[in-house]
C-alpha cells in the first residue's frame, strides 16, 4: 500500500506541494527509510523533499530518523542503490498488433525502480508533478501510447534461465531481475525481448490481474520502451 494514510507531512511541505500532495503520497511505498536504511513498515513515515530550482527529489523516512521538511538549503544527501527498494513483475498483456486487429499476448515486464524516492519536476505554472523519465534521459524510455519495437538505445536485457535483467545505460537505475513463468519465458525468447514498463503509479508486487495496469498503460507517471535481448546472455 501506499503511503496516503498515516504518513508525517509537515505544513511547510504541505503548502509547497499544495494540490501536487495527493499525486505525491500515491507514488511512495514504504520500503526502507532513506537515512538508516532499516525497513519501514511498522514505524511512521515522513515525508521530506529537497528541491534545486525547478527540481526536487521526494523521499521517506522514519519520522525519528529525518522529520518532514522541505529542504532548500542544505546539500542533497544523495543515498547508494542499496537504500532504494524495487519491485518488478512480468505481466502478459493481451495487445492488438498489426492491421487485422488480432490480439496477441505480450510480455510486460513492470518495474517500480524506486519504491521509497520519487523526482519532482515543476510546471511554468509552479506546480510540482512527479517525473518518471528524470533519471532515464537518452535511455530511449518515453511516455505512453507505446507501440515501438525499436529497441531502446540506452537498455539492454539478458535472460537466464527464468530470470530477466534490465539494465540501463549509466548506471543510475537497476540492474533490475524479474523471475519469468515458463509462458513469459517462451514470449521473451519468441520475441527477442519485451516490452518494459518503468511506473511510479503501482507497486508491481500488488498487482494481481492485468487488468490494473489500465491507467499505466495509459501514460500515468510511467515510461516505457522496447528492450531486446542481449544475444551474449541468453542462457
Not at 532504494?84 to 510480455?107: F, R, S, Y
Not at 516490452?195 to 492485468?210: N, Q, W, Y
Request: glycine share 8%; proline share 9%; with cysteine.
Amino acid at each position: 500500500m501506499t503511503v496516503r494514510e498515516g504518513v508525517a507531512v509537515s505544513p511547510q511541505v504541505r503548502d509547497h506541494l499544495g494540490p501536487s500532495l495527493e499525486q505525491v503520497l500515491a507514488s511512495l511505498w514504504p520500503g526502507d527509510c532513506q537515512t538508516c536504511n532499516q525497513p519501514m513498515p511498522g514505524r511512521r513515515p515522513a515525508l521530506s523533499i529537497d528541491e534545486i530550482s525547478d527540481f526536487a527529489m521526494a523521499t521517506l523516512h522514519h519520522d525519528n530518523c529525518r522529520p518532514s521538511d522541505w529542504n532548500t538549503d542544505r546539500p542533497i544527501p544523495i543515498g547508494t542503490a542499496a537504500m532504494v527498494t524495487n519491485h518488478t513483475w512480468c505481466a502478459l498483456v493481451p495487445v492488438v498488433t498489426g492491421d487485422d486487429g488480432q490480439e496477441q499476448i505480450k510480455p510486460y515486464v513492470l518495474i517500480n525502480p524506486t519504491l521509497e524516492l520519487i523526482y519532482l519536476t515543476r510546471s511554468p505554472l509552479g506546480q510540482w508533478r512527479v517525473e518518471p523519465h528524470f533519471a532515464l534521459e537518452g535511455t530511449g524510455f518515453a511516455p505512453p501510447p507505446f507501440t515501438s519495437t525499436t529497441p531502446a538505445a540506452g537498455a539492454t536485457a539478458t535472460l537466464q534461465a527464468t530470470e530477466l535483467t534490465i539494465s540501463l545505460a549509466g548506471g543510475a537505475l537497476g540492474p533490475f531481475a524479474v523471475t519469468l513463468s515458463d509462458r513469459a519465458r517462451e514470449l521473451v525468447e519468441a520475441d527477442r525481448g519485451a516490452t518494459v514498463v518503468i511506473t511510479h503509479a503501482i507497486d508491481p508486487h500488488e498487482l494481481t490481474d492485468p487488468v490494473q495496469l489500465g491507467p499505466v498503460l495509459r501514460g500515468d507517471r510511467t515510461v516505457m520502451a522496447y528492450v531486446r535481448i542481449d544475444r551474449a546472455g541468453l542462457q
